[in-house]
């Protein structure tokens, strides 16, 4: 199963959870190999990965912080055709890969989306309208096909990705362009239901003040923008 697939996992101050997300991986996907780019965590993320001394496990550990740099270095790093990248701290999400991978064989890219039937995301109010709107403006400015831009959990043939990856910091943002230029280069996207569940207390990064959501809606509408005008 899988023999031909890299994860990418993107971690900062992930020691809750990373050592259950690397088991809960190689349950579902035991002949896949896992790179963790680590973005200079300050807690014990980086030993608890060391300490399991697995050998399908590089970790690549930086000074910068970043997603979308995170995830364009995992790509760099990567062994095998098939690539998958999930959000490090979803652990439950490892049992959806072994269905992503299986509908590359006909589709180029499979995403895992909350806006399709039987998706849900169980997250905080705030943040659930943050995503809705966000996905509204990628739906009228880009192409209403996609439903779920801001996923950013998916799987894809490694040379496809190399075609489409954008030069961006933020991962939604990053995962906008690169979803939207996929589009417009008529790959096949399949959108898989995905039931995000509720934040994590003290693992999400990205709950916080209502200024920073204004400040990442902001950085979302201006990539939606650039997207458009760059890739037409």
Known sequence: MNKNLSVILCTYNEAKIISKTIDEI??????SEIIIIDDNSTDETQNIIREKNLENVKLICRKTRGLASACLTGLFYANYENICWIDSNLPDLAKKIPQMINNLKKDNIVIMSRYVEGGADFRSKQRILTSKIVNYFCRFFLNANIKDYTSGIFAIKKEILVNVSPICYGHGEYFIEFIYKASKLNYE????PYQQPADIEGISKTTGSLFRFLVLGINYFTRIIIAKIRIN
Do not use: G, Q, S, V
């Open 26 to 31: 190689f349950l579902y996907n035991p002949n």
């Open 189 to 192: 996207i399949l959108e898989l």
